[in-house]
């Protein structure tokens, strides 16, 4: 579901309501504001129409309707943060600026959802584009993100400018790929264990690779020592990094190509954790799944800090479940998390 703006205007910051060139409109669900340019910087924006349309919306379950408060009496130009006590979340919504997800586990329950959200737009005067919604779909793309029931997975514009992508031979078009890699990231099992090779790597590092003799034993290296990143010890520490980063940029544009669905997680299904160290990055997945076939709900991973890289192996595994976070709330599961190591 798409909001469309609202209507009307509201001079603030100014006791003269003719408009002046240095001020700017910013689109409010129930009017336009105008707000002078000292008093609003323009990247605030986004924030403050999220946090109007927090408000607006109904949070809690079971709350009234949210009455359309009175602006020719409000001298408040921005409203409050909306509160949150830890109560369940109305609506089975999510909503990020203009776009509002719903979602219900049946037509009915949908349908009912659907009309309660309804009523609260026509009592906050938000109007809905209809051409740009979607109703009864049972896969949505909303923020680049492909929904469905069964569960979240990648939605890329064009796949084959990463898989396809040489071995970046500058810091530039290194930093660029890592960059176009963060949102796959979730996707990506152990993604932090390939990405730290990378992000070691130097402008220095990069001018000495670029000799054509240095590309040619290195690529033979690469050959020898296999797909083990921790490598072999024969080749020199500086051929190492290479042959390491070599690996880890296959590595990736093949996990790139085969991001998995991450599953919804189910309160009836045995939560199972499966957990990885080595010298440099840690990694956790939260999964479940019947008759030993296992399907990723959550993946996790970051590198390991300074005073973290000397931390025994079990030390790093604990260190991998913080980054899970598994103390969060799952909703149902009352059975205890199997760990296993990998």
């Known amino acids: 579901m798409v909001l469309l703006a609202g209507y009307g205007e509201w001079i603030l910051g100014s006791d003269d309501?003719?408009?002046?060139?240095?001020?700017?409109?910013?689109?409010?669900?129930?009017?336009?504001?105008?707000?002078?340019?000292?008093?609003?910087?323009?990247?605030?924006?986004?924030?403050?129409?999220?946090?109007?349309?927090?408000?607006?919306?109904?949070?809690?379950?079971?709350?009234?309707?949210?009455?359309?408060?009175?602006?020719?009496?409000?001298s408040e130009m921005i409203p409050d943060e909306p509160k949150n006590d830890g109560k369940k979340s109305v609506l089975g919504r999510r909503s990020y600026i203009d776009d509002i997800l719903i979602t219900a586990e049946s037509w009915d329950h949908l349908c009912n959802r659907v009309e309660s959200l309804l009523d609260v737009c026509d009592e906050w005067n938000l109007s809905i584009s209809v051409v740009k919604s979607f109703w009864g779909k049972d896969q949505v793309e909303y923020l680049e993100h492909k929904v469905s029931s069964h569960g979240l997975e990648a939605n890329p514009k064009d796949l084959s400018a990463l898989t396809d992508l040489p071995f970046p031979g500058s810091l530039r078009a290194m930093q660029s790929f890592l960059g176009s890699l963060n949102y796959y990231s979730k996707f990506m099992e152990g993604y932090a264990i390939y990405a730290a090779v990378l992000y070691e790597l130097r402008e220095v590092d990069f001018a000495a690779m670029n000799k054509p003799e240095s590309r040619s034993r290195i690529r033979n290296l690469a050959v020898a020592v296999g797909d083990d990143l921790e490598g072999a010890d024969e080749p020199a520490e500086a051929d190492l990094r290479w042959i390491r980063a070599h690996k880890s940029v296959a590595k990736l544009k093949e996990k790139v190509a085969t991001t998995p669905i991450l599953r919804h997680f189910q309160p009836e299904l045995q939560p199972v954790v499966v957990v990885y160290a080595n010298g440099w990055a840690i990694s956790a997945a939260l999964m479940q799944g019947r008759d030993a076939v296992f399907h990723p709900v959550v993946f996790a991973s970051r590198t390991l800090k300074s005073n973290e890289l000397n931390y025994g192996i079990v030390e790093k595994e604990v260190l991998a479940l913080l980054v899970l976070d598994l103390t969060r709330p799952w909703p149902g599961c009352s059975d205890p998390p199997v760990y296993k190591e990998c």
Do not use: C, M
């Not at 924030?47 to 079971?62: M, S, T, V």
């Open 17 to 74: 309501a003719r408009p002046r060139a240095s001020d700017f409109s910013l689109h409010h669900p129930i009017r336009t504001i105008r707000v002078e340019q000292d008093a609003l910087r323009p990247k605030e924006r986004p924030q403050i129409y999220q946090r109007i349309l927090d408000n607006a919306l109904p949070r809690l379950e079971g709350d009234p309707v949210s009455k359309q408060p009175d602006l020719e009496t409000n």
